[in-house]
C-alpha cells in the first residue's frame, strides 16, 4: 500500500528553471542534495541500485557507438526543459559538450532521452514521459527494469498535464533503431540493455 501524499493547507509555490540553477549556484542546493526540478517541484532522485547502474553505463557505451559525431551522449546530467530540468539517466545531445559550457543542453538539442527503472517504474514512466513528451523531446526509451522490457515512446504531442507520446513499443529482443533528427543512425540491441 502506498503511504498517503502529503498536501499542504495553503498554497505552495512552484520553482521555476531559473530560481533552481540559482539555488545551485549559490549553493542553497548542493550535489548532496539528491534532487531534480519536475514541473516545476523538487523531486527526491532514488538511490541506484546495482542493475540500474549497469543498465545506464550500457545504454550509454551502446549509444556512444552509434551516435554520429554531430551528436553526444551524456549520463545523469540535466537538460533544460520549459519547467524542468530533470537529469536522465542518459541523452542524445546535440553538437559537443563544450557548446554548453556556459548552460546545460536545451530540450530542443535533444534526440533521446533514457531512463532506467528498477524501483521508480510509474514516475519515470508517467511524469518523466510526460515531462519530455511536453518538451517534444522526440524519443523517450524507458528501460524497465522489472518487467524485462524497453519501452519506447515516439511522437510526442499535447501541452501541460495531457502531454503525452502517443506511439509506444515494448521491446523484449532484437534491436531497436536509433532515430536522431527523423534518420536511423544505428542500432542497440535491447538484451544489452536489460541486466
Known sequence: MQPAVATHPIPIH??????????????ILTPDDRVELLEGW?????????????????????????????????TQEPIVTADSEPEPDVAVIRGRTQDYANRNPPADQTGLVVEIADATVEKDRVLKGRVYARARIPAYWF?????????????????????RYV????????????????????????????V
Do not use: C, F
Open 42 to 74: 523538487l523531486v527526491e532522485k532514488m538511490t541506484k541500485n546495482p542493475p540500474h547502474r549497469i543498465a545506464t553505463r550500457e545504454a550509454r557505451l551502446a549509444l556512444e557507438s552509434a551516435v554520429p559525431p554531430s551528436w553526444y551522449v551524456e
Open 143 to 163: 528501460i524497465n527494469l522489472v518487467e524485462r522490457h524497453v519501452e519506447v515512446y515516439t511522437n510526442p504531442q499535447g501541452d501541460g498535464a495531457g502531454a
Open 14 to 27: 512552484r520553482l521555476s528553471v531559473a530560481q533552481y540553477e540559482a539555488m545551485g549556484r549559490t549553493g
Open 167 to 194: 506511439t509506444r513499443a515494448d521491446v523484449r529482443d532484437g534491436e531497436i533503431a536509433v532515430v536522431l533528427d527523423g534518420i536511423e543512425v544505428g542500432r542497440v540491441a535491447v538484451m544489452r540493455l536489460l
